[in-house]
């Protein structure tokens, strides 16, 4: 099938709703594009519906990715012992030769491998704009379109180059002035406030190290004045703190809370090094996290103190972060990362697999404003879905569907509808030729790294 049709009836599957049921052999209506029934045993009327036999399967939310930078999935595998600080000044230079085809291709590569991971939502942090890029918020918003994915892209920035005490060089980065007036066009010209919205802006700053605090302070005015979200990265590594320590006297959580970035509309990637009176300052405010393990890992940034957050009231989301930092930006990966990671520190009980599914899927939609609308199987809500095959010789012994899919090897993707349509089928992405893109990936990555000399 290569097109939504009116209705589609998935029968036979474990149904897992993260809202606390699950039905062995369950089912799920959707009509439109919207999820009309899910309760136990075959589905009451069939009439007129495509009818998927999920039998052997299990039947989740589409999971939702709350942190990345898609155009970084054509410059994969480069810096990859470098600490966060040296793998940016090795990247740097090659992220400024990017233009619109460099970050439409490699958006297109990293959209189609999000999907194949269960992920029907995503968001982008893009903060690189070349004064000769041409349209790059455009390109990857295209590709989103293409790819089929629910998209919620945020209008980056960085204003603090080297010359200035910031880590980017100089010519990577624009002028305040621009930036703002750059960030109201794009809420204008693409924000969709609706509720089905396939497409919301956010205003994103990058990180201590690399804006003003006036930017922060005026993204922030900005945003809340377009009704729009606030994202940047946060206390990601022991050199960030060590950075705002010695520039502003204070913890980068201090630092940007006294800037007022704190709140439901704002939510921050990574927070790994966060003292009690952060925890207590995101939890209470209710301010968001994307918690990204995987990134976190191979970049030796530490461990995000993930129970202790939601504890304090903290809504927490997973990501996958960018693609130059997790070579893999598997989605599902990141839900089983964010068990063994919260166990590594805190022990058995420290994050169950229910709960990190739910994270993976409500808690993102929670994180990006989306949560009446999306991340869990509720009649009424958008039908974002995940069909994952579980009977194969992988699996089909493994006594927990869920631990199966968390804890288990990845399995094959059934089915991955995104607002009621088929985007992945039988473990392919059916809107875009994989081995195309792939080639033009390659092609990207040899021109960008040799530009860069
Ligand atoms: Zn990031």
Not at 399 to 409: K, T, W
């Given at each position: 099938m290569d097109r939504a049709v009116d209705r589609i009836v998935i029968e036979g599957a474990h149904v897992v709703t993260v809202t606390g049921q699950e039905f062995a052999g369950g089912h799920v209506v959707v009509e439109g594009n919207r999820i009309t029934a899910v309760g136990p045993g075959p589905a009451p009327d069939r009439a007129g519906a495509r009818v998927v036999d999920a039998r052997g399967c299990l039947l989740t939310p589409g999971l939702v990715n709350t942190h990345h930078?898609?155009?970084?999935w054509v410059t994969r595998g480069l810096a990859v012992d470098a600490t966060l600080f040296e793998w940016l000044t090795t990247l740097y230079p090659v992220w400024a030769g990017i233009d619109e085809h460099a970050v439409h291709t490699g958006a297109t590569g990293a959209l189609a491998a999000l999907a194949r991971s269960g992920c029907t939502t995503t968001t982008d942090h893009h903060y690189v704009f070349p004064r000769e890029g041409g349209d790059v918020l455009g390109a990857e918003i295209r590709a989103a379109a293409e790819v089929g994915l629910r998209f919620h892209p945020t209008r980056g920035s960085m204003d603090l180059g080297r010359s200035a005490g910031g880590l980017p060089p100089d010519h990577v980065v624009e002028d305040t002035a621009t930036i703002l007036a750059a960030s109201a066009d794009a809420v204008a010209r693409w924000h969709d406030p609706s509720p089905d919205s396939m497409l919301r802006i956010a205003l994103a700053p990058c990180s201590p190290f690399s804006v003003t605090g006036d930017l922060m302070?005026?993204?922030?005015?900005l945003a809340r004045e377009l009704g729009v979200r606030l994202h940047t990265h946060l206390a990601e590594t022991a050199d960030e703190e060590d950075f705002c320590r010695e520039r502003f006297g204070c913890t980068p959580t201090e630092y940007v809370a006294d800037l007022g970035w704190t709140g439901s509309d704002v939510w921050f990637a990574h927070t790994v090094h966060l003292d009690d009176a952060a925890v207590k300052t995101i939890g209470t405010s209710g301010t968001g996290v994307a918690h990204c393990p995987t990134s976190n890992g191979r970049l030796g940034a530490g461990i995000a103190r993930v129970r202790d957050l939601l504890d304090a009231g903290a809504r927490v989301g997973l990501g996958v972060d960018g693609a130059a930092s997790n070579e893999g930006t598997s989605l599902l990966e990141e839900v089983k990362h964010a068990v063994l990671f919260a166990r590594a520190v805190g022990g058995p009980t420290a994050l169950g697999v229910r709960r990190a599914l739910e994270l993976g899927t409500l808690g993102g939609a929670q994180v990006l404003g989306r949560a009446a609308e999306i991340g869990s199987i509720e009649p009424g809500k958008l039908a974002d879905l995940a069909v994952w095959r579980l009977d194969g010789p992988l699996h089909a012994d493994v006594?927990?569907?869920?631990?199966?899919?968390?804890?288990?090897?990845p399995p094959p993707l059934e089915l991955l509808l995104v607002?009621?349509?088929p985007v992945v089928e039988a473990g392919e992405v059916r809107t875009v030729d994989g081995a195309a893109v792939a080639a033009a990936c390659a092609d990207v990555h040899r021109t960008l790294v040799a530009k860069a000399g």
């Open positions: 930078h898609l155009y970084q302070r005026e993204s922030a005015a006594a927990d569907p869920v631990a199966a899919l968390v804890l288990g090897a607002n009621g349509r």
